[in-house]
């Protein structure tokens, strides 16, 4: 039978002194022994004898407990520090959107001929890092009235921003505008622009990336009411060149122009 020789008398100490042969005896150095061995320093001078069995198990369970609490507050502090919601705060949106003329070769469709109409907006990021695969989503929430006052819920579409050619997909190092086509099938199809400014309803505009840090997925979200419309009116450009450089002036962000001017 192996012997492994583990003591069971209760008035033996179980750490020892390697260099005066002096037990543990007071709290504050058994307090720097504990700090000691979860740091893993390791002076020298005090052991834990392996005869006793309630020092060795106490010793895996502070091990235990104390790589569980560090892995816990790295944790929180890495989240606290690279929350998505940070990240999407510094996506600007427009605060208003148009509605235009556009023909079918710049709206890249063929179910229309001449001139179509398109509903825009123009997102921004004001920070140098990237956001990765962003793309773009248009939802309408319409409280649909029927035949005067029998009224129906609200209703969700979605409206398409070019997802089969990939329109929806956009590159922020320069702000970009994002349109949806009002094209047969659209629910906006029918839309005079009287309808644009009295219909109940709210234009919900998100953004969705990963955060090029972190790996996490960031969403930005931004809503439009039918005081928000313009109609034949396109963004102004931010973007201009100065003294060699390309320059962004975010204060157009919101600014617009006639379509013919």
């Given at each position: 039978?192996?012997?492994?020789n583990?003591?069971?008398?209760?008035?033996?100490?179980?750490?020892?002194?390697?260099?005066?042969?002096?037990?543990?005896?007071?709290?504050?150095?058994?307090?720097?022994?504990?700090?000691?061995?979860?740091?893993?320093?390791?002076?020298?001078?005090?052991?834990?004898?392996?005869?006793?069995?309630?020092?060795?198990?106490?010793l895996?369970?502070?091990?235990?407990?104390?790589?569980?609490?560090?892995?816990?507050?790295?944790?929180?502090?890495?989240?606290?520090?690279a929350?998505?919601?940070?990240?999407?705060?510094?996506?600007?949106?427009?605060?208003?959107?148009?509605?235009?003329?556009?023909?079918?070769?710049?709206?890249?469709?063929?179910?229309?001929?001449?001139?179509?109409?398109?509903?825009?907006?123009?997102?921004?990021?004001?920070?140098?890092?990237?956001?990765?695969?962003?793309?773009?989503?248009?939802?309408?929430?319409?409280?649909k009235?029927?035949?005067?006052?029998?009224?129906?819920?609200?209703?969700?579409?979605?409206?398409?921003?070019?997802?089969?050619?990939?329109?929806?997909?956009?590159?922020?190092?320069?702000?970009?505008?994002?349109?949806?086509?009002?094209?047969?099938?659209?629910?906006?199809?029918?839309?005079?622009?009287?309808?644009?400014?009295?219909?109940?309803?709210e234009?919900?505009?998100?953004?969705?990336?990963?955060?090029?840090?972190?790996?996490?997925?960031?969403?930005?979200?931004?809503?439009?009411?039918?005081?928000?419309?313009?109609?034949?009116?396109?963004?102004?450009?931010?973007?201009?060149?100065?003294?060699?450089?390309?320059?962004?002036?975010?204060?157009?962000?919101?600014?617009?122009?006639?379509?013919?001017?």
């Open positions: 039978m192996v012997d492994f583990i003591s069971t008398n209760i008035n033996e100490h179980c750490v020892a002194a390697a260099i005066n042969n002096e037990d543990l005896k007071s709290f504050s150095t058994a307090f720097l022994f504990a700090v000691e061995t979860q740091v893993t320093i390791g002076y020298g001078e005090l052991f834990i004898k392996s005869s006793c069995a309630g020092g060795v198990v106490l895996v369970a502070q091990c235990v407990v104390g790589y569980l609490m560090e892995a816990f507050l790295i944790g929180v502090v890495f989240t606290k520090l929350r998505p919601r940070l990240r999407a705060k510094t996506i600007l949106f427009s605060d208003k959107f148009v509605v235009n003329a556009a023909t079918t070769d710049i709206a890249n469709v063929q179910q229309a001929e001449g001139v179509v109409r398109r509903l825009q907006v123009r997102i921004a990021d004001i920070r140098y890092s990237q956001l990765v695969e962003a793309h773009v989503r248009f939802y309408l929430y319409w409280h009235r029927y035949h005067g006052n029998i009224e129906k819920q609200f209703q969700q579409y979605e409206l398409d921003t070019g997802y089969d050619i990939g329109r929806d997909r956009v590159f922020l190092l320069l702000p970009v505008e994002v349109d949806h086509v009002i094209l047969p099938g659209s629910p906006l199809y029918e839309w005079s622009n009287k309808m644009f400014e009295e219909e109940d309803y234009l919900v505009v998100v953004l969705e990336g990963i955060v090029e840090a972190t790996g996490m997925t960031s969403q930005a979200v931004w809503s439009y009411l039918p005081s928000d419309v313009c109609f034949d009116q396109q963004f102004c450009s931010m973007v201009c060149r100065l003294k060699g450089e390309w320059q962004v002036d975010f204060s157009k962000l919101n600014s617009t122009m006639d379509v013919d001017g």
